[in-house]
């Protein structure tokens, strides 16, 4: 489902083009209110992502910034942070780089990362309108594979028992003592673990909380991925 409200926003009328004629998933429109658009994770038994759609126009000026930062607060309490993340598309145009929203989008994460009454949100870089489906389909494919995998370990309260053998590093065959306790806090399952190795902005994360173990970490889940 994708919410009308997208269709006063201008710089996403050819954004509301492809949903309308998109096959698979079919979209209907409708009023979500919270957010702009809900895709189905092919898990079992299949779950949704609620989805907020930015775009450099979203922090065009300092009103139009604190808007978005406040309806990312809103939107952040509406499953208490699960099965949520951020569509930040780079380039309106197909034929634009997406370098021309690079620096809107950096300046985001930046906020968001340092803003308390935020939790941390996945922000997926779509390359453009045209690849924005595709892209997203990329991402909950993955997500389902990261969830069949934690769902296939002994239970979920032995996340804090597997957290110290998430790394591949060199140096370590598991994480130490005060580095698993730092990603417990960081994150509250290892699917969550998962999505911050899949992204720039979930790695900067665990390189500045981290240091030299993050790439250990990122190697990990960089080899769940390729198996």
């Not at 569509?87 to 690079?102: Q, R, T, Y």
């Not at 239970?155 to 130490?176: F, G, K, N, W």
Request: net charge negative; hydrophobic share 45%; with cysteine.
């Amino acid at each position: 489902m994708f919410c009308a409200s997208l269709r006063a926003r201008r710089d996403l009328r050819g954004l509301v083009a492809e949903l309308t004629n998109a096959k698979q998933p079919k979209l209907k429109e409708c009023k979500l209110g919270t957010h702009d658009l809900d895709l189905p994770i092919p898990t079992e038994p299949q779950s949704v992502l609620h989805l907020l759609v930015l775009t450099k126009a979203s922090l065009a000026s300092v009103d139009a910034t604190d808007a978005t930062l406040s309806r990312i607060e809103r939107f952040s309490t509406m499953t208490g942070g699960a099965d949520i993340a951020i569509a930040f598309i780079l380039a309106i145009d197909p034929s634009e780089s997406a370098s021309v929203g690079l620096h809107a989008f950096t300046s985001l994460q930046m906020l968001m990362l340092t803003n308390k009454n935020l939790p941390l949100i996945p922000i997926l870089p779509i390359n453009n309108i045209g690849r924005f489906l595709l892209e997203l389909d990329e991402y909950t494919s993955a997500r389902a594979r990261y969830s069949s995998m934690v769902a296939a370990a002994p239970s979920i309260s032995a996340r804090r028992d597997l957290l110290p053998h998430v790394t591949m590093s060199a140096s370590e065959h598991t994480l130490s003592e005060h580095n698993t306790n730092v990603l417990s806090d960081l994150c509250g399952s290892l699917s969550d673990v998962a999505t911050l190795a899949g992204s720039d902005e979930g790695r900067s994360l665990l390189g500045d909380w981290l240091e030299a173990a993050a790439d250990g970490v990122i190697n990990f889940w960089a080899e769940e991925r390729v198996v």
